[in-house]
């Protein structure tokens, strides 16, 4: 029965794929609703078939054609697989049922039916990447998703931005698969297998795996220091884009991460620490980076750097602690990773999809324009008030169970008896605790600042709801969010996890409810009906106007100044006076940068050490058709003994 869901699912994503490209120059939109209708049944089959498959014993073979020993197309799908195929369902659904009215925003029909044959095809890459079960379709979809994905970031191709965009993206995506065909060229060559599973390799060639996996998918996930693609590509793509790549491609690298790493080597402690760093560090600059972003999808992307941080330190802490022999620890450790990993897809998604239906109301991404929304726009706040609780990790939202399940295991870091790794994972500890305060307190800007006061432009005054399904789909999210948070305890006791200790968050709610029931009772009992209208206090100044607000930059500017070691924050201040003695002040303008320490001082100089290379071998290319072969001739012969050496 499941396999039967499973395929008919995949056939209604390549029905998806096809009818828009059939009728790609049809200007009616019938067709793209019937193609993402059938991307709605697709998903809601996957998601059932996923469900039937966790509760199976073990791996069930979908398919396998083998062209040769290397060549080999192969799937099957075990509890892992089946989790991912369930994420990236869920998420999709949603996305869809928002696309239904997003993508009519478009005024080319051809750009509009291609970008709904991308999404589809987008998607139906990803179920194949995690349901592989060999090196080489692993990779071959791999690269479909990530070209299906470069095209929808250019899908606005004719704005700088996007050009930017797309070419950070394509670079990183393809150094990405870079890294992976080098790991899976020496696991070939050391095992003579392409299938996926345990490798047992020696020490050195151990090493080199790692790094190259862990690169790989480090790349693909937005991991500090290979994280700049993400604030490029998020901005440019459509929103409903955005909600998949930051909701689920990003997260089909922790699947790859988990599969190749956890259950594929032996990890070393080392590994262990090395990916507990890497996400702290993500994590910590993540959220500062975000703090200082006044375009609304820059401040999410930065966001899902933080989280991605967040997943890796489960993933560390699962190693560390397997390797000091506390299993139970580690195992929470991973859980919560992997439970992080699907709230992150859920609130995310739900975060990047109302983003888009703000920008398409008030016209622009930058939430210093914006203000007042919440009047204009109430369903929509509300949804995005939901993803930013969420993400912010308070009660009762499922952001919150996931991150109190990794505080434990750090709280138990004492258990360990090396003293240099408890202090590293107290100080780690630390930066966590402090990261979850600058979440909830980026998100108090964003919120603030755009839905909150009143409107900062003329766009955000004419700003108005959004078509049903642009909200329907968010709520789908937000309903999920709130159903993973409130009913946590129960779902954990369901699935046997009885070791996780969680608290009871649908009995805190209701007492919440009956409290706040209690007091709506008394107030409408016996509060005074008698009621004034005022304006609020101005300082005397009797009309309120939107230069009386809190802005975006004044409220991120005290954090900024505090990380300024960190983040570089340069402050400029110009002041005009009445008088030479500079006593009486006039006017003046002030401004906070911080510059791009990543981009300035590690992408670019890397760049230019390509480009002075470049420059030396420009001669090479003379026009001559014999220099030509002979070129194609080195090169073969490089590569036949590069396999033969790895062989």
Not at 338 to 367: D, E, P, Q, W
Request: glycine share 8%; with cysteine; proline share 3%.
């Amino acid at each position: 029965m499941e396999l039967v869901l499973f395929y008919s699912g995949v056939i209604a994503l390549l029905l998806g794929v096809c009818l828009p490209l059939f009728f790609v120059k049809t200007s009616g939109k019938f067709i793209r609703q019937v193609s993402l209708i059938f991307n709605l049944i697709a998903c809601v089959l996957l998601a059932v078939s996923s469900v039937i498959f966790l509760q199976l014993p073990t791996s069930s073979g979908l398919f396998s054609y083998a062209l040769s020993s290397l060549i080999s197309i192969s799937f099957s799908i075990d509890k892992l697989s089946a989790f991912f195929v369930l994420i990236i369902s869920i998420v999709s659904f949603a996305v869809a049922i928002y696309s239904l009215s997003y993508v009519e925003h478009y005024a080319s029909a051809m750009k509009k039916n291609l970008l709904v044959s991308l999404m589809n095809l987008f998607v139906l890459s990803m179920v194949f990447v995690v349901v592989s079960s060999t090196m080489f379709s692993f990779l071959f979809f791999w690269e479909v998703m990530s070209l299906s994905s470069f095209f929808m970031v250019m899908f606005d191709f004719e704005k700088d931005e996007t050009k930017k965009a797309g070419l950070f993206y394509f670079i990183m995506t393809h150094l990405s698969t870079a890294f992976l065909m080098f790991a899976f060229l020496v696991l070939y060559g050391a095992t003579g297998s392409v299938s996926i599973g345990k490798a047992s390799l020696d020490s050195t060639l151990s090493l080199l795996v790692f790094i190259s996996l862990f690169a790989g998918f480090a790349i693909k996930a937005g991991a500090v220091p290979f994280h700049k693609w993400l604030p490029y590509a998020h901005p440019a793509s459509p929103s409903n884009i955005s909600a998949l790549m930051s909701g689920v491609m990003i997260k089909i690298a922790i699947y790859g991460m988990v599969r190749f790493i956890i259950f594929g080597l032996n990890p070393e402690l080392w590994w262990g620490v090395v990916i507990l760093g890497v996400g702290v560090i993500s994590a910590i600059l993540g959220v500062l980076y975000a703090i200082k972003e006044h375009d609304i999808k820059g401040l999410l992307a930065y966001h899902s750097i933080e989280n991605i941080g967040i997943i890796l330190m489960g993933i560390g802490l699962y190693i560390i602690f397997n390797f000091y022999g506390s299993p139970v620890l580690a195992s929470v450790a991973l859980i919560a990773a992997l439970f992080h990993t699907l709230n992150h897809a859920l609130f995310k998604s739900l975060l990047f999809l109302t983003a888009g239906s703000i920008v398409n109301a008030a016209g622009t991404r930058n939430i210093e324009e914006m203000g007042g929304l919440a009047k204009s726009m109430p369903f929509t706040s509300v949804l995005f008030l939901i993803g930013a609780i969420s993400i912010s990790a308070l009660p009762p939202f499922n952001g919150f169970v996931s991150e109190l399940m990794l505080f434990q295991v750090f709280l138990q870091s004492f258990v360990i008896s090396d003293k240099f790794m408890v202090v590293f994972l107290v100080a780690s500890l630390a930066i966590f605790a402090l990261t979850s305060a600058l979440a909830a307190a980026c998100f108090v800007k964003a919120f603030g600042t755009i839905f909150l006061g009143v409107p900062r432009s003329e766009e955000a005054a004419k700003a108005a709801e959004v078509k049903w399904p642009m909200l329907a789909g968010p709520a789908v999210l937000a309903l999920f969010c709130a159903l993973l948070g409130v009913f946590s305890s129960q779902i954990f006791s369901f699935l046997g996890f009885s070791f996780v200790l969680l608290p009871d968050l649908f009995l805190a709610s209701v007492l919440l409810l009956v409290f706040f029931g209690l007091v709506a009772a008394f107030l409408f009992l016996f509060a005074s009906r008698k009621t004034r209208l005022g304006e609020t206090w101005g300082c005397g100044i009797s009309s309120q106007n939107s230069r009386m607000e809190y802005t975006s930059s004044g409220f991120s500017e005290p954090l900024l100044t505090i990380f300024k070691p960190v983040l570089g924050t340069k402050k400029s201040v110009e002041r005009e006076f009445f008088d030479g003695q500079k006593s009486v002040f006039k006017s003046g303008e002030a401004g906070i940068v911080v510059p791009d320490f990543f981009e300035n001082c590690v992408y670019m100089p890397i760049v230019g050490v390509f480009g002075f290379f470049s420059k030396c071998f420009a001669n090479m290319q003379n026009g001559n058709l014999n220099s030509y072969i002979a070129y194609v001739f080195v090169g073969v012969i490089g590569l036949m003994l590069l396999v033969w050496w790895v062989m």
